[in-house]
């Protein structure tokens, strides 16, 4: 495709820079959905097929239907389109998709490279390289479990620490962790594992505990030559990285806690009624993980994503099956609840940003003040959903990026 600039509405579509901007400031896009989006306006004077799209940002690496269909809804909301309306990208029933906003090329230039990662000189050096570019290796902790670490990205370390469904491989096209990833390894290498149970490391495992799981981020940050660097924990992964970050302050420069909490449901329980409350919460997890029941699964996933559509819930509970067995996730669950990291919190020396859904379905913004109260060297940020996850249709999306970048620059 040659490097042009594409103009529509109010935005500019740089397809050198691999960058895409609404009113001149840029908008945040997962490498897929741009590359999807380009070739749709590049060849906006046709239907293009399926099965082209497919070839053409994936090339020969065999991804399903899904992935498309994710990629599609992600290019259509950076644009301010939906599947609904259907203002810009239009679905062609049986046929595949074609652009139907105008547009005009504003810049013409040198041909771009075949995909962020792949070009030369500085405008590839900016985005991440991509599942099909990161590279997985493994190590191996003190007790012999196999951990599955990657790398992806150049530029600067970040460090993330593990956390439940997780799946090195899987989450760059699933609409649960692929804007994620697009985003934390821009302008950076992005450094982060399966932990043991989940993903691609071994999932039969001799012993599964907390402390465990701050033993193989240590293992991890050995196996990557990593000395000084910025530390991200999401969910329970944050509990660890504050338990890494009071054990290691000489390595951990900065540390970024996100949706996390210093203690789980059955530690934090005050009276009885919320001790009843976290045994039956989790009681029904272990029935619903057991067996894998449907209706559980989707009112878990409604916890994590409660903006979500039908269909996140859908692709949220198709991707936690592939990343561990029913018998793990009963075990993460009951390992979850008994999480504390309270007392040693003030041990962490290093700067730290804790970011957290204001209206925090799965965790509540209480566990967020509790941390920025624990942890000296602190600045806490709420930011404006009910996820806890984040997706990336959301303002609060945008932000949270922001604020890493930011906070990482100072």
């Not at 097929?49 to 950076?78: H, Q």
């Not at 995909?115 to 390289?129: H, K, M, N, S």
């Not at 956390?163 to 950076?188: C, F, I, K, Q, Y």
């Not at 982060?192 to 071994?202: A, H, K, V």
Request: charged letters at 25%; proline letters at 5%.
């Amino acid at each position: 495709m040659a490097g042009e600039t594409f103009r529509f509405e109010e935005y500019e579509l740089d397809t050198a820079g691999h960058q895409l901007r609404r009113g001149g400031e840029p908008v945040h896009v997962e490498p897929r959905a741009f590359d999807l989006l380009c070739h749709l306006v590049a060849y906006r004077d046709r239907v293009v097929s399926k099965n082209e799209l497919l070839d053409e940002v994936w090339g020969d690496r065999f991804v399903s239907e899904a992935a498309l269909t994710t990629a599609l809804r992600t290019a259509r909301l950076a644009i301010g389109d939906t599947g609904e309306q259907q203002r810009l990208i239009r679905t062609v029933h049986r046929r595949g998709y074609q652009f139907v906003a105008p547009a005009s090329v504003v810049r013409s230039g040198p041909a771009a490279g075949p995909g962020p990662g792949l070009g030369v000189g500085a405008a590839a050096a900016r985005e991440p390289a991509g599942a099909d570019h990161q590279l997985i290796r493994f190590c191996q902790a003190e007790d012999g479990t196999r951990i599955a670490y990657a790398t992806v990205g150049t530029g600067p370390p970040l460090l993330k620490a593990a956390n439940w469904m997780s799946h090195l491989d899987l989450e760059w096209t699933t609409p649960v962790w692929s804007h994620w990833l697009a985003g934390l390894a821009r302008d950076r290498r992005l450094i982060r594992y399966d932990e043991r149970g989940c993903g691609l490391s071994d999932w039969q495992v001799p012993s599964f505990s907390f402390d465990d799981w701050v033993d193989d981020l240590d293992t991890v940050v050995e196996a990557a030559g990593l000395d000084r660097f910025p530390l991200l924990g999401v969910s329970q992964g944050g509990a660890v990285a504050v338990a890494y970050a009071a054990r290691r302050p000489e390595r951990v420069t900065r540390l970024i806690l996100a949706g996390a909490y210093a203690q789980g449901r059955q530690v934090r329980a005050r009276d009885d009624a919320e001790r009843a409350a976290a045994a039956l919460d989790l009681e029904l997890a272990r029935v619903g993980w057991s067996i894998q029941d449907p209706s559980f699964l989707q009112v878990f996933a409604s916890q994590f994503l409660p903006d979500g559509t039908p269909q996140d819930w859908e692709e949220f509970i198709a991707f936690q099956r592939r990343t561990t067995s029913p018998a793990n996730g009963v075990r993460f669950l009951e390992e979850f609840a008994r999480i504390d990291v309270s007392a040693i919190a003030h041990r962490v020396a290093c700067p730290t940003l804790i970011l957290h859904s204001r209206d925090d379905a799965r965790v509540p913004a209480a566990q967020a003040n509790e941390l920025a109260a624990l942890i000296p060297d602190s600045r806490l940020v709420l930011l404006d959903s009910r996820n806890h996850l984040l997706t990336p249709s959301e303002p609060a999306w945008a932000e949270f990026l922001t604020r890493i970048d930011a906070f990482l620059t100072e």
